[in-house]
């Protein structure tokens, strides 16, 4: 009989916890308590696998002594990182207002990319994994006004816009998977899961 799967998400994204709810998985939150600083002089592809597995793990060493009763599950911790490339810059969350507004006109009128990595651990057996997804997002030129109102929101996302809620009125054209732009691309996660 195969076993079933339970998620130990180390993160607290909402748009994740509902993407993961919605698909029927069976999941808890244990925040990371990782530094998600951009790393220099890596490829984005890379550096989304990366920073999701500094999570995955950080949330492992966290549990991983503490005393578990004997589970019919397998238990996979899950790590994820979004990021935004545009003109080859690796965007990652605005610091602020300004900020924020300088990353929307960079993002204005032209395309740029959303990499999401996903790590998992399996806290039993320590085995890990990690992939990631790339998407293409074609921006429509945005206003000055709507560069300052969406300014004001966001500031705790990749690239400050939310392509579910206003970011969608600005969006033109979507090559690739819409739930990777929202932070988790819910496909490669269940053909990650495959692996376990």
Same mark, same amino acid.
């Given at each position: 009989?195969?076993?079933?799967?339970?998620?130990?998400?180390?993160?607290?994204?909402?748009?994740?916890?509902?993407?993961?709810?919605?698909?029927?998985?069976?999941?808890?939150?244990?925040?990371?308590?990782?530094?998600?600083?951009?790393?220099?002089?890596?490829?984005?592809?890379?550096?989304?696998?990366?920073?999701?597995?500094?999570?995955?793990?950080?949330?492992? *060493?966290?549990?991983?002594?503490?005393?578990?009763?004997?589970?019919?599950?397998?238990?996979?911790?899950?790590?994820? *990182?979004?990021?935004?490339? +545009?003109?080859?810059?690796?965007?990652?969350?605005?610091?602020?207002?300004?900020? +924020?507004?300088?990353?929307?006109?960079?993002?204005?009128?032209?395309?740029?990319?959303?990499?999401?990595?996903?790590?998992?651990?399996?806290? *039993?057996?320590?085995?890990?994994?990690?992939?990631?997804?790339?998407?293409?997002?074609?921006?429509?030129?945005?206003?000055?006004?709507?560069?300052?109102?969406?300014?004001?929101?966001?500031?705790?996302?990749?690239? +400050?816009?939310?392509?579910?809620?206003?970011?969608?009125?600005?969006?033109?054209?979507?090559?690739? *998977?819409?739930?990777?732009?929202?932070?988790?691309?819910?496909?490669?996660?269940?053909?990650?899961?495959?692996?376990?």
């Amino acid at each position: 009989m195969k076993k079933k799967i339970k998620i130990i998400l180390a993160s607290s994204s909402p748009q994740r916890k509902k993407i993961l709810k919605k698909a029927g998985f069976d999941f808890s939150v244990i925040r990371h308590g990782i530094n998600e600083d951009i790393i220099k002089n890596i490829s984005p592809s890379k550096l989304v696998r990366i920073l999701a597995m500094r999570k995955a793990v950080s949330v492992y *060493d966290k549990i991983k002594s503490s005393p578990f009763a004997k589970s019919d599950s397998v238990r996979l911790i899950l790590g994820a *990182d979004t990021i935004v490339v +545009a003109d080859g810059e690796i965007i990652g969350k605005p610091a602020d207002r300004l900020h +924020a507004a300088e990353i929307l006109k960079k993002l204005s009128g032209s395309k740029h990319y959303v990499y999401t990595g996903l790590a998992f651990v399996d806290l *039993d057996t320590g085995k890990k994994i990690s992939g990631y997804e790339k998407t293409v997002i074609h921006f429509k030129k945005l206003s000055d006004k709507d560069i300052s109102n969406l300014s004001k929101k966001n500031h705790d996302k990749a690239g +400050a816009y939310a392509i579910q809620s206003e970011g969608d009125l600005f969006v033109k054209k979507i090559d690739g *998977d819409y739930l990777n732009v929202v932070g988790f691309p819910l496909s490669k996660f269940r053909n990650m899961l495959k692996k376990f």
